[in-house]
């Protein structure tokens, strides 16, 4: 029996590098496999992991049909044993759905890799019907850590170097990339909540209001 996976993660977690794992281990057991990514760092039909490899993928923009495509290569000659779907939180419910019948129904294995929360912390439409549909969900094993070294859960954007939870969802970044631009950061919970970035973190640190005893608490968001 075919199956619909998705693992998820947080930015900088590693799953698009497990997603050419996938694939890479896949196709040298002789099986043919179709990557698909969606809004990549690196620009369309690219899918790229922070470690600096990089693949060429079918781009997925919200009117394409995974069903019509698979049976579109397969009425044709083709072959598909496996599907490779990076960035699926920006997917469509509806492209999720079709994942779904592509593996019940022609029993084609699909691997999805993606965030599951924006940085409201609110759920990716995609990623939320991935987690009501997949066979099976599983989280990235290699923990992204927060600048305080705790383990990172939240994503933040960061706008010329603030942390802002209000404006459009998908506003491609990185968590690379300068502080003067759209930027991503992870964090976890206690310090997402407080806005608490790693910029405000260092200011709070060379601040001379800060007391020497306040040191620790205020690097820390106020925990003791």
């Known amino acids: 029996m075919a199956n619909l996976q998705f693992f998820n993660g947080t930015m900088d977690s590693g799953k698009s590098t497990l997603a050419l794992q996938v694939n890479h281990n896949h196709a040298a057991r002789g099986r043919v496999g179709r990557l698909f990514t969606s809004h990549d760092r690196r620009g369309d039909a690219i899918l790229s992991s922070r470690l600096g490899l990089s693949v060429d993928a079918v781009e997925v923009p919200p009117d394409f049909d995974f069903w019509a495509y698979a049976v579109h290569d397969l009425t044709h000659g083709g072959r598909i044993d496996y599907m490779v779907c990076d960035e699926a939180q920006f997917y469509t419910p509806a492209q999720v759905d079709q994942l779904a019948r592509i593996a019940d129904e022609l029993q084609i294995d699909v691997f999805c890799f993606g965030i599951l929360t924006d940085f409201r912390t609110r759920l990716f439409p995609g990623s939320a019907r991935l987690v009501e549909l997949a066979d099976r969900v599983q989280t990235v094993q290699v923990e992204a850590l927060c600048w305080c070294g705790e383990r990172a859960t939240h994503n ?46 260092k200011a709070a640190a060379l601040s001379p209001d800060v007391l020497p005893f306040d040191h620790e608490a205020r690097m820390l968001g106020g925990k003791r």
């Open 156 to 201: 933040a954007r960061t706008e010329n170097g603030e942390m802002v939870t209000e404006g459009e969802v998908v506003v491609v970044g990185d968590v690379d990339a300068p502080p003067t631009e759209v930027a991503y950061e992870v964090l976890c919970r206690q310090h997402h909540r407080r806005r608490m970035t790693a910029a405000r973190a």
